[in-house]
């Protein structure tokens, strides 16, 4: 039957796995925010973009959010964006590996106040389908000399399945208990 504790678990449980699922990039963040002051290119090397994660932009009216290709990127060109935001708050999920390029709409910003960035966005660390032979797997060779590295999990990115599963199981446990 449900009741406001069972509805508070659930709602807990769905933040967690939200959390361990794809993480928020606030643009310029966490002291800055998508304006004239803030340096995107320092704030874009500290930041790791995986497959999943989301941008979000938060700005005033002042500016606009233009995601563009990267010829009109390193041109600044703001004619023929791909898309156009202006409503303050803008979330973009990354949803494949590559690079996006972002510049504000606004007449001079991108040129001259620096209000570009671009994300480069890798592969999620969640562990996936080990199809990566490169060099053809010498399977017949007994003696295989150590020279390629043990797969090792990255230990700061690693382990969203893990998480994922005891989230899961957290969750549960509070539906029995509470
Ligand atoms: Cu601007």
Redesign the pocket.
């Known amino acids: 039957m449900l009741n406001l504790r069972t509805l508070m678990s659930l709602a807990v449980t769905a933040l967690f796995i939200q959390s361990a699922i794809g993480a928020k990039h606030a643009v310029g963040g966490p002291d800055g925010e ?3 002051v803030t340096n995107f290119t320092t704030w874009a090397k500290g930041e790791r973009f995986e497959v999943g994660d989301t941008l979000e932009f938060t ?1 005033n009216a ?3 959010v233009l995601e563009v290709n990267e010829k009109a990127y390193d041109d600044c060109d703001t004619s023929s964006p791909i898309t156009i935001e202006s409503s303050g708050t803008t979330s973009i999920t990354l949803s494949s590996v590559g690079k996006r390029f972002f510049i ?3 007449s001079g ?2 040129e001259n ?1 620096g ?1 570009k960035v671009t994300i480069d966005t890798v592969s999620s660390t969640t562990p996936s389908t080990p199809t990566t032979p490169s060099k053809p797997d010498p399977a017949d060779s007994p003696a295989d000399p150590p020279t390629k590295p043990e797969k090792t999990r990255n230990a700061g990115n690693g382990g969203y399945e893990v998480n994922l599963a005891m989230l899961l199981g957290f969750g549960l446990m509070s539906l029995m208990f509470l």
């Open positions: 998508w304006n004239q700005y002042a500016h606009s504000c709409g606004t910003h991108c106040d209000m």
